[in-house]
């Protein structure tokens, strides 16, 4: 049972470029979140999906955009990179909303 | 917004010591849960708490869930090396929105 698996696991991008996070789970959950972590701050709610063809904006929503087309897939994407969304991403999901959260093993982007 | 205070922030204990850490939020919450993550690794739970004044062990771990539904504890019995990592609390909201909201963390580092 893989649980909630990220790609890339690294990724270094130039200030202004694109990428795509990917997330994936086979829990059949319908909740589906990203994170991203920050030194000494804890995890801030990016974007999040109560499922298919449905998401709504976090706490820190800009510079970023999701999709949610199948249950299984949540990948998050980066428009214009900027040095401020150098961070580390989790990806997480749940069976209910607020309940227990299972994450990814995490993205560490640096944007230079 | 909500938000949840740990404390402390780090803590440096021998092994074998005992350690205790709490989290207090700035509004009631229903779902206490307490993540444990270590380095390069997504958060993974440890504990959740449902109930006001529901204490719950996990092995050596100990958490409550505070009569005033504001605050929450966890305990670690006779400390070992891997308990070294960042312990998280959370609670339901994230942001005003379907996720969770998670203190900034506590730092266990462990001297043999």
């Known amino acids: 049972n893989a649980g909630v698996t990220q790609t890339p696991k690294f990724r270094i991008l130039k200030i202004g470029q694109s990428m795509t996070l990917q997330c994936a789970q086979d829990?059949?959950?319908?909740?589906m979140y990203w994170y991203r972590q920050d030194p000494g701050m804890g995890l801030k709610l990016i974007y999040y999906?109560?499922?298919?063809?449905?998401?709504d904006k976090g706490e820190v929503p800009n510079g970023y955009n999701v999709s949610r087309s199948t249950t299984e897939d949540f990948p998050l994407r980066l428009e214009l990179a900027a040095p401020s969304q150098t961070s580390v991403y989790f990806c997480?999901?749940?069976?209910?909303?607020?309940?227990?959260?299972?994450f990814g093993q995490g993205t560490r982007l640096t944007v230079v | 917004g909500q938000q949840l205070n740990q404390s402390p922030q780090s803590m440096f204990i021998q092994e074998g010591e005992d350690v205790s850490m709490n989290c207090t939020s700035s509004?009631?919450?229903?779902?206490w849960l307490w993540y444990k993550q270590d380095p390069g690794e997504g958060p993974v739970l440890l504990i959740a708490?449902?109930?006001?004044?529901e204490l719950t062990s996990n092995g050596r771990l100990t958490a409550q869930f505070g009569i005033t539904r504001k605050d929450s504890f966890l305990n670690i019995s006779a400390s070992i090396p891997s308990d070294v990592g960042i312990y998280f609390c959370?609670?339901?909201?994230?942001?005003?929105?379907?996720?969770?909201?998670f203190g900034k963390g506590t730092h266990l580092i462990i001297q043999p």
């Open positions: 509004s009631i919450f229903n779902t």
């Open positions: 829990m059949n959950h319908n909740y």
């Open positions: 959370a609670g339901p909201g994230g942001g005003g929105a379907d996720g969770l909201t």
């Open positions: 999906s109560v499922g298919a063809g449905i998401t």
């Open positions: 997480a999901s749940t069976n209910n909303r607020g309940s227990e959260a299972f």
């Open positions: 708490l449902y109930k006001a004044g």
